[in-house]
C-alpha cells in the first residue's frame, strides 16, 4: 500500500557529505515512524537512524555526531543528512516506515547506494 522511493546516493570521497531522500505515498504519514537502515555487502542490515512521530530521533553510535534524520510531514518526505562521511559508511540505504499501533516491518523503499571512497 505505501510506496518509498529514495534519492541522493552516489559515490563520495572521504569527509563528503551526501543528503538522502525518501519520498512515501503514505496518507497520514505524520503517523509513521520512520528509520534509515543500511545493509553493506557481507554484512547484515543495521539501524542508522530513527525518528518518531514526535521527532525524538535516535542515531546508531557509529554514526551519531554525523548523520541527522528529519521528516518534512507536508512533503511527505524523510532526510538523512550524512555528515563527515567515511569509507565504512558505504552500504545500500533503506528507507523504513511503519504505523506503531499495527506493529511488524513495515514498508520498505528500493535502497539507495552509497559509496565513500578516494
Known amino acids: 500500500q505505501v510506496q518509498l522511493v529514495e534519492s541522493g546516493g552516489g559515490l563520495v570521497q572521504p569527509g563528503g557529505s551526501l543528503r538522502l531522500s525518501c519520498g512515501a505515498s503514505?496518507?497520514?504519514?505524520?503517523?509513521?515512524?520512520v528509520g534509515w537502515y543500511r545493509q553493506a555487502p557481507g554484512k547484515q542490515r543495521e539501524l542508522v537512524a530513527a525518528?518518531?512521530?514526535?521527532?525524538?530521533?535516535n542515531y546508531a553510535d557509529s554514526v551519531k555526531g554525523r548523520f541527522t534524520i528529519s521528516r518534512d510531514n507536508a512533503k511527505n518526505t524523510v532526510y538523512l543528512q550524512m555528515n563527515n562521511l567515511k569509507p565504512e559508511d558505504t552500504a545500500v540505504y533503506y528507507c523504513?516506515?511503519?504505523?506503531?499501533?499495527?506493529?511488524?516491518?513495515?514498508?520498505w523503499g528500493q535502497g539507495t547506494q552509497v559509496t565513500v571512497s578516494s
Open positions: 523504513n516506515v511503519r504505523l506503531p499501533i499495527l506493529g511488524g516491518s513495515g514498508y
Open positions: 525518528i518518531t512521530t514526535s521527532t525524538v530521533t
Open positions: 503514505a496518507s497520514h504519514f505524520s503517523l509513521y515512524v
